[in-house]
């Protein structure tokens, strides 16, 4: 299969890292072209690769329609990897349909908020646009997995593995993010952090759907593995709440991450002198800018800054159901050492955790194990494949029984050992 | 005698329209140009003060020393009031000085800080290079008042009140600013906010000198007249502290301002993301811009935003010392409201307080009552006519004693009568 990434940055660079890494279990990608508006930044990219005739750098525009088609011909390409913003989604996602490839993104089209009552009503809400499309992807015979990243993307997967093993009803899915890095600021792209972090939460709940709440709602306190330990998780938008009700049977789902207060006051600082926008643009010179654009500009490369800081991140998913005819309570999740990822892939692990779920994605569809066509949350393909490939990519997957009887025989087993048992307790 | 004002945005605007509200009182000034590098906000300006021929709008670079020269000339002016950001102080100190006209300003030449140890020591001063040109002034016999506006300005009078009046010997004197304001932000000039607020605060001790410490330091709550009551208050960096133990002879001197803690973490939060930067600049279209000039073009108008608020302002000046063997504790202060300053002066009442002392002291001048020649700070002249001229001005001042068995008899009364009874208890 040949796989055009567009977007050289953090995630970009690190799945094409992975797929290297893996060596001979990397074959499967034949060909990957790696395109970003800075060439500079894509050739970089490829000679940390090996500057080998598989990982070739180009230049492109994520705006550009015809420029990206014309990459995806002149290169064979099979399947393309979005990785930079989600604000260039729908130009991306629409080139593959046109040319008739695979595409995935880590983030979903862009939600806006309800015009008069934005912290109850939802409106259009992220990957609308995609999923709307979802006919004429069937059509085309092509395969789009819209949020197929770590969060969203790998925890989908575990909530669909805890849907087929672990429980026969599922009660709540609550995805908790946190980690103990030392210092703060932006760990991951500053413009998709601003628009998380401000946009108005989103929770679904079975008969009520869809609505949301006020920003960083609902603190609470949540005890990550790994030796993270207690952090306090807020409510944050996010594309799990949209892909999960939509696949899954249950009656709530929420996402939950561990934004430090500090953190929170930055960014509603930020909005409240107008940094934030994204809208409005501002004449300077003959070009026009908005202040969201002039702060990424301005703010630190996140990727270096957060390179530096010790300590490790967790992304989860937190089911609660029943099984054989008791109450349960697991925690799925994926733990990543910030400076091991630095060593492996020169990125920090928020970034790489990210890259690794769109490799093994794409390894099953080269490989025919995922094939439905359309456009899908991760969540509607065989996790099992998938969680098998974490481990052998190098992010083992854990469990956690959080209470119960269940919690003494299984208390933060890897995942794959529960696999290779069938998934029985 | 004509009136060159540079700005015509809050302060320049609101001390035009005191003079033009003074009716005969003001016929001292007969020529008033408003220049500003935007024309259209000078003849707005011109047009609220009636629109006559003897407020007269130009257009003005404060950069472009020949431009000021040029104006100087055309209208014969003989002084100038400088309104703009003290960044542009240099161009027009000097311009006036060339010119051989009369200069004041309402926030002196910028501190530079100490290199390698910022927060304990200091470097280049507030008005360094201003009273660096002390002895060509003299030769050219003009006079230039460094720091004329509310604070520094009507302070610096009141504490040299303070010394002819109320104190055989002075201890401590402290500046404090505080209000009661409905909602917060930014009620001044965003650039000059930031650079006073995250610069080192400044404090002067006999036998010390001058020095700095952290940002914010020294939390204390003040009690302020005028039903303001309670505010805590913070050192920061302020003119204050470089005038007045230049004259007067005291023990401390220091500058508090009740910015709220949630202003505080914003100004830290904008700096801690790079937007407070005022000497790097960023590349857009051909033009170069700092963050700090980006965030003033985002952040709303602050003269507009604080329109809309309720409450009161107070600055004064609070004096420790000895009077006839007793110990003595004084404010003198002036309150004014917000709501009766936008009606007034179309402007916040900070930005009138800030007007109204530089009109006085130019009338002060123009009469011949004030004759320094040479640079100074507002307590080398005589106080009382001064503090006579503020109440007729509409800006009425106030005297609180603190303690001690004076309290009973001057509670907040009214400086001017303090002043007719030739300052006695």
């Known amino acids: 299969m040949n796989i055009l990434i567009i977007g050289a940055g953090g995630v970009g660079r690190s799945a094409a890292m992975i797929i290297k890494q893996a060596g001979a279990e990397g074959s499967w990608a034949e060909k990957l072209v790696l395109a970003d508006y800075n060439l500079q930044r894509a050739e970089e990219a490829a000679a940390l690769c090996g500057g080998t005739t598989r990982f070739i750098p180009e230049k492109v525009d994520a705006r550009d329609s015809a420029g990206i088609s014309g990459i995806i011909k002149k290169h064979t390409i099979h399947f393309v ?16 349909l046109q040319n008739k490839v ?155 991450y561990g934004v430090p207060k500090a953190f929170r006051d930055l960014l509603l600082n930020l909005e ?61 999740y994926q733990v990543s050492d910030n400076q091991d990822c630095v060593k492996k892939y020169t990125t920090n692990s928020v970034v790489a955790q990210t890259a690794v779920g769109p490799v093994i994605m794409m390894e099953l569809i080269a490989r025919g194990i995922w094939d439905l066509k359309g456009v899908y949350g991760p969540e509607s393909f065989d996790p099992f494949p998938f969680i098998e490939r974490l481990a052998k990519y190098g992010f083992p997957a854990g469990i956690r029984e959080m209470d119960s009887e269940y919690s003494k025989s299984l208390d933060e087993n890897n995942l794959l050992e529960l696999i290779s048992r069938g998934g029985k307790e």
Chains 1, 2 share one sequence.
């Open 102 to 256: 695979g595409y995935l993104d880590c983030a979903m089209t862009l939600s806006r908020p309800h015009p008069t009552d934005p912290y109850h009503k939802v409106n259009v809400k992220l990957g609308d646009y995609q999923f709307a499309k979802h006919d004429d992807w069937v059509k085309a015979g092509c395969t789009a997995i819209a949020g197929s990243g770590v969060e969203p993307g790998m925890v989908d997967c575990f909530v669909r593995f805890a849907k087929e093993r672990l429980f026969d009803t599922i009660d709540e899915v609550n995805i908790r993010d946190g980690d103990n890095y030392t210092g703060g600021g932006f760990g991951f792209s500053v413009w998709t952090t601003i628009e998380e972090c401000l946009n108005p939460p989103i929770i679904w709940e079975k008969g009520k759907g869809w609505f949301t709440t006020e920003r960083f709602s609902e603190p609470e306190i949540f005890n990550f593995p790994g030796g993270i330990g207690d952090v306090e998780v807020v409510n944050v938008e996010h594309e799990e709440v949209i892909l999960v009700p939509r696949v899954i049977d249950c009656n709530r789902v929420t996402f939950k």
């Open 272 to 332: 409240s002198v107008g940094m934030a926008d994204k809208e409005k643009t501002l004449e300077l010179g003959g070009a026009a800018i908005t202040p969201r654009d002039f702060l990424v500009r301005v703010i630190p490369n996140p990727i270096e800054s957060s390179s530096a800081m010790e300590g490790k991140g967790c992304a989860g998913a937190w089911i609660r159901g029943v099984k054989n005819g008791k109450r349960r309570s697991v925690y799925l």
């Open 81 to 96: 990897m979005n990785a930079v913003e989600p604000s260039y989604n729908e130009t991306i996602f629409d080139a593959c």
